[in-house]
């Protein structure tokens, strides 16, 4: 591989980093949490620590539950393609005598 060869091929990485970073970076912006303001103290620290947890761990098994019902959907699709129930009755043919 020459070396013109291999500089266009980093390049053109180094191009879709750029472009899967920003998209990533935008979904990111996309799905922001608003935080809760709150009076400063030990109490209202651990409250909203534990409060943000409970955020995320519900948002984590919601899109965990969301990404099994699209894997059943798909399984579900595939198996209805292949079990195909057809009629072996011999009335349905038609017979052309050749």
């Known amino acids: 591989m020459s ?3 291999l ?10 980093m750029n472009r899967f970073n920003e998209k990533e970076n935008g979904e990111k912006k996309a799905r922001s ?5 709150a009076a400063l103290g030990e109490e209202s ?7 943000s947890e ?11 539950s969301k990404f099994i019902r699209n894997k059943e959907k798909e ?8 079990n195909k129930k057809t009629d ?7 017979c052309f005598g050749c």
């Open 3 to 5: 070396t013109i060869a």
């Open 7 to 16: 500089f266009g091929k980093l390049r053109e990485h180094e191009l879709e």
């Open 33 to 37: 949490i608003a935080l809760k303001t």
């Open 45 to 51: 620290e651990t409250v909203s620590s534990e409060d």
């Open 54 to 64: 409970v955020k995320t761990l519900n948002l984590l098994s919601r899109k965990f």
């Open 75 to 82: 399984k579900n699709q595939k198996s209805k393609r292949y």
């Open 88 to 94: 072996s009755n011999s009335a349905n043919f038609t």
